[in-house]
Nanobody, 117 residues
Framework: QVQLVESGGGLVQPGGSLRLSCTAS????????MGWYRQAPGKQRDLVAV???????NYADSVKGRFTISRDNAENTVYLQMRSLKPEDTAVYYC???????????WGQGTQVTVSS
């Protein structure tokens, strides 16, 4: 069973930055697309950023131009650089495969991001 460990979240003021990391316990080399998802209180979990093995990226409109996703297959790690954070970015952030389901219904513990003054 794979383990995903997300880290890097915290409390930040509006306009601030954070860098999230997600490390898998097994190789992600063969996984074509990895993504970051987020879930705000009372809302569904949404995909916000995707990165492929070829380096192509795609973003939800709400984060486009502010977030940058990347991956390091040698380290089995996916990153999310977040800039110009807004209160509406407050959520628990998770990484997983895209589409979801490569590892069954497994989710890591996520990392909490809170944007507030």
């Amino acid at each position: 069973q794979v383990q995903l460990v997300e880290s890097g979240g915290g409390l930040v003021q509006p306009g601030g930055s954070l860098r999230l990391s997600c490390t898998a316990s097994e190789s992600i080399f063969s996984i074509e697309a990895m993504g970051w998802y987020r879930q705000a209180p009372g809302k569904q979990r949404d995909l916000v950023a995707v990165v492929t093995n070829g380096g192509s990226t795609n973003y939800a409109d709400s984060v486009k131009g502010r977030f940058t996703i990347s991956r390091d297959n040698a380290e089995n790690t996916v990153y999310l650089q977040m800039r110009s954070l807004k209160p509406e970015d407050t959520a628990v952030y998770y990484c997983n495969t895209v589409p979801f389901g490569r590892w069954g219904t497994y989710w890591g513990q996520g990392t909490q991001v809170t944007v507030s003054s």
